[in-house]
Nanobody
Framework: VQLQASGGGLVQAGGSLRLSCAAS????????MGWFRQAPGKERVFVSG????????YYGDSVKGRFTISRDNAKNMVYLQMNSLKPEDTAAYYC????????????????WGQGTLVTVSS
């Protein structure tokens, strides 16, 4: 499986961005797709995730009500719509795939995209 993340950029506080993650290769209904972010000098933190088969979604506390994750099974795509962005959302965002199902720990992911940088100015 290969993952390709895109959609990052520079945005003012209060603005919106949509990240995309394209998955190539074999994806299974039992897989779990997650978005993580990593600020310089900090660990990779769970932002949101979605069960590939059921579409059940999960969010970290800091983004609930502002971010929305979705997937398009036919296109093997996962999206992260980010609204009401704050300067503290600034980070490199990574999409990952876990063969083990629901996972919020980066160590439980088997594949990663290359990351896309989101910068929110105040």
């Amino acid at each position: 499986v290969q993952l390709q993340a895109s959609g990052g950029g520079l945005v003012q506080a209060g603005g919106s961005l949509r990240l995309s993650c394209a998955a190539s290769g074999r994806t299974l209904s039992s897989n779990f797709m997650g978005w993580f972010r990593q600020a310089p000098g900090k660990e990779r933190v769970f932002v949101s995730g979605i069960r590939w088969g059921t579409g059940t979604t999960y969010y970290g506390d800091s983004v609930k009500g502002r971010f929305t994750i979705s997937r398009d099974n036919a296109k093997n795509m996962v999206y992260l719509q980010m609204n009401s962005l704050k300067p503290e959302d600034t980070a490199a965002y990574y999409c990952g795939l876990s063969r083990r199902g629901y996972a919020t720990d980066a160590n439980d992911y088997d594949y990663w995209g290359q990351g896309t940088l989101v910068t929110v100015s105040s």
